[in-house]
């Protein structure tokens, strides 16, 4: 059967360029581009004005906040059901779906059950109470990459027996160098980039620097990322005689955070765990150095592009941002990295997605 019509959850595409957010939005704004033949309705708690109402897109607004939010969409699908709902960052909806209504759900990561201590504990509890529930409902299993499957199969060994395709995100082609210099930043700085919590390891960062910084007066540290859960141990880490040479800048716009990437010395992204993890993505296409973790997805994301080092090891962090401060490294990884980026597209994920959703309705 040719599919005719697709729902998807878009709560969470504001346009504000963080995680499953930022991957709502663009998948579904490239579901559409390759896709003009299908209805698309997207269900949101309030009208998206960055998803128009055309011929083929109807916004739906859903009431009610958190399950109730929920119940009141299974009520509407089961009145007016499409042939497939993609859940894009909940499972909730499909762990209730009713069994009539085809379901693809997206795996981000698997944090609530292999490292709850990185993670806040409601939303932990929430995915470990609806996930089970949620895949033996779901026709289709969305990973953003081979390493969340991988994780996937060894946590819930049932999800080997459903169908299940490997859709990564990507960057757009705004996501470029440019010379815009509109913010007010240092002349050299190492930028780290991610929501202040224990997972993204901000404070391996600045301990890392910390040992680069006796060396190099003129070199500062910018942190691009608002605040979340525990940030308060993060700013109580910093050694009184480095507070000066540490900027933080809270959220920063997509446009601010393409000026960062684009004037940065180099990206350290040492995040303990990622089911993705698109700055360092991000920094490559700007033709910025990338310094990342070598567990979890980043070494899939990366490849040969960027040194990868044990987020525990501010040591082994500090010695790869000396190695990338000299000129010839660091233009190597730069043209590294700018090829590894041309290897994710929105459309090409798109297309993955929609064989995958018509395979899934035979």
Known sequence: MAIKSIGIDIREANGLGAGKGRYAEEITHALIKNAPNIKFFLFTKEPNPRFENTDNVHQVVISGSGPLWHLNLRRYLRHHPVNVFLATTSYLYPAI?????????????????????????????????????????????????????????????????????????????????????????????????????????????????????????????????????????????????????????????????????????????????EGFGIPPLEAMACGCPVITSNVSSLPEVVENAAILVDPEDSDQIAESIKTLLDPTPQRIAKE??????????????AQTLLRALNQGLK
Do not use: C
């Not at 109470?129 to 499957?149: E, N, Q």
């Open 336 to 349: 590294r990295g700018l090829k590894q980026a041309t290897k994710f597209s929105w459309d090409e994920s």
């Open 97 to 273: 779906s009713p069994r009539t209504q085809k379901v693809a759900s997206v795996v981000h990561d698997l944090i609530a059950f292999k490292y709850a201590k990185y993670n806040h504990w409601f939303a932990t509890l929430v995915e470990r109470l609806s996930l089970s529930r949620a895949l033996k409902r779901s026709d289709l299993i969305v990973t953003v990459s081979r390493h969340t499957w991988r994780d996937l199969e060894l946590i819930k060994p049932e999800a080997q027996n459903k169908p299940h395709v490997v859709v990564t995100p990507a960057i757009g082609p705004e996501v470029t160098r440019t010379d815009e210099q509109r913010l007010e930043l240092p002349k050299r700085f190492i930028l780290a980039v991610g929501t202040l919590q224990p997972r993204k390891n901000i404070e391996g960062v600045i301990k890392a620097f910390e040992h680069v910084a006796e060396r190099h007066n003129d070199l500062e540290l910018v942190i691009a990322g608002g605040k979340g859960w525990k940030s308060s141990a993060i700013f109580k880490s910093i050694p009184g005689w480095l507070q000066e040479r540490i900027r933080f800048l809270g959220y920063v716009r997509y446009d601010q955070l393409i000026e960062l990437y684009s004037r940065a010395q180099m990206l350290v992204f040492p995040s303990h765990y």
